[in-house]
């Protein structure tokens, strides 16, 4: 059955995927095309971006009728910034990964998440530079050992910290072998206003698949914690809210109303985690990395603080829809400003 924009779901589909069999890539991929059919995505408003790498060949699989921009490795964050920027009705939805965001690109994710360009940050992490035959990334476990490349003795970085720390306000790890939880925290991402970093554990099956790596699947689906149980509920448009807050016991639920009226329902398993509290989010991740705990959810959600746009104070009609005129200053305007530098 279509959705209500006359669309099936094999119409959200894209290329034919180049990746090995059973990669958890393509999990991702098939997430994000029934995600994008559910919410009734219109596919001309979505820029699909990515640097280099596995994950960053995978915006090609999903969306083929969207835009899309693969740029440098580690600086997608600088196209996804001008892109935002430049038209504000776009839908930017961005693939990366452990390498493209954690090493070469660290520098450009950790200012993308304190400007807080509005996108979905999609992280797929595999704690191995898959492209170019398994050498370590700066997200291999300490200690690791792989067949090419021997033993890792550096620490790993976590990306859901670093994102906190830099202020991000959604902050989200899955699992790509957990179908449901992938889809439910995807919609909450979309309807983030701001950036919405999702780290999406997604096994190697050809360099980093050994059931001691708290990458790979055997791993993930012996050791994985779910924080809580999802619902997600849409909404239309609708004026920010006051921040809802509670307190609520094991096993009961809470609702987290985002910007734009969407619920993500929140039931809280044995864990017990709120995804308000920054410095309980900051220990959690902390406690899971000195336990080798495998947790996934919704860690950290606040209230959305002004995106880009805001405080650079752009039209709100996109600069890439004015004409020539109003973006192109006047002779007599430049002699002016030049005159100020005398």
Avoid at 23 to 37: E, L, M, R
Avoid at 101 to 128: D, W
Wanted: aromatic content about 8%.
């Amino acid at each position: 059955m279509p959705n209500t924009l006359g669309l099936e779901r094999a119409d959200y589909k894209g290329s034919p995927s180049t990746l090995c069999p059973g990669c958890g890539h393509d999990s991702i991929s098939n997430q994000i095309i029934s995600v994008a059919f559910d919410a009734n995505l219109p596919m001309h408003r979505v820029i699909k971006l990515s640097g280099i790498g596995c994950s960053s060949k995978t915006p090609a699989y999903f969306l083929g009728k969207s835009h899309g921009f693969n740029a440098l490795h580690g600086r997608m964050p600088s196209i996804a910034t001008g892109a935002t920027v430049a038209n504000n009705e776009l839908i930017a939805v961005a693939v990366s990964g452990d390498g493209d965001t954690g090493a070469i690109g660290f520098g450009q994710f950790k200012h993308l998440v304190r400007r807080n360009v509005p996108m979905v940050y999609i992280i797929e992490n595999n704690g191995v530079y898959g492209l170019t035959k398994g050498q370590f990334s700066a997200t291999s476990d300490e200690g690791q050992r792989v067949k090419y490349y021997g033993l890792n003795e550096f620490p790993a970085i976590d990306l859901c910290l670093e994102a906190i720390v830099a202020g991000a306000t959604f902050v989200a790890r899955s699992f790509s072998g957990d179908s449901k939880q992938v889809q439910a925290l995807l919609k909450a991402a979309l309807a983030h206003r701001g950036t919405a970093v999702l780290d999406i554990i997604s096994p190697c099956v050809t360099f980093n698949n050994a059931p001691e790596s708290t990458k790979s699947y055997p791993y993930g689906k012996e050791h994985q914690i779910a924080l809580h149980e999802y619902d997600f509920i849409p909404a239309g448009w609708v004026e920010p809210r006051e921040e809802i807050t509670a307190d609520y016991a094991e096993g009961t639920e809470i609702e987290v109303e985002l910007y734009d009226g969407s619920i993500i329902r929140l039931k809280k398993l044995d864990e017990g985690h709120d995804p308000r509290n920054r410095m309980e989010a900051l220990r959690v991740l902390d406690d899971a990395s000195q336990d080798q705990k495998f947790i996934t959810g919704l860690i950290y959600y606040e209230e959305p603080r002004p995106v880009l746009n805001d405080l650079l104070k752009v039209t709100s009609t996109p600069l890439s829809h004015l004409e020539a005129e109003k973006l192109r200053p006047s002779k007599e305007a430049l002699d002016r400003l030049m005159q100020g530098y005398k």
